[in-house]
């Protein structure tokens, strides 16, 4: 069994498999030139707006590089300074406490001194006044037991004048 197809059939189905290609390929064209003019859309939004801020940001870092190291520079001085200054105050307190550790101790002999001479005068006055007073105590006292003898002496004297009378 032997089949014949006429040879235009195949050149028909050929050139219908080729004209297809055909159409593919130009699809593929057309979607590759709208991804293109995609593409060159992003890329010049890219160098409109990223472009610009690039350019300002890497002007920004040429000013402010120079003013970063000389304010770097001057904290490190600052801390320097601030160092030194801190070992000279903390010296000088030192110095301050030991001085007035030195006048504290003065001022306190000094009132332990005074408040033990205070302390032998008020002993020295109460032994000088203290003796004479009690000295003239006694003399008022024996006066006093004297002149009371005295007075019972009279009563009695009076009581035997008036003999049995008495009432």
């Not at 003065?106 to 006044?129: F, I, P």
């Amino acid at each position: 069994m032997q089949h014949d197809i006429p040879m235009w059939v195949f050149a028909a189905v050929i050139a219908g498999a080729v004209l297809m290609q055909a159409l593919v390929l130009l699809g593929m064209l057309f979607a590759a030139k709208s991804a293109l003019r995609r593409v060159g859309e992003v890329t010049k939004k890219v160098e409109e707006q990223a472009l610009p801020i690039l350019a300002t940001s890497r002007q920004l870092l040429e000013e402010v590089s120079p003013k970063l190291k000389v304010a770097t520079q001057n904290v490190l001085e600052v801390s320097h300074t601030l160092r030194t200054e801190s070992v000279r105050v903390a010296v000088s307190v030192d110095d301050l406490l030991k001085k007035a550790s030195v006048q504290v101790d003065r001022v306190d002999d000094m009132v332990t001194g005074t408040l033990n001479s205070v302390a032998h005068a008020t002993a020295t006055v109460q032994k000088a006044v203290s003796g004479p007073v009690r000295q003239v105590g006694a003399v008022l006292s024996g006066l006093r037991a004297g002149l009371g003898v005295l007075r019972n002496k009279e009563r009695e004297v009076h009581a035997s004048d008036d003999g049995d009378h008495f009432v």
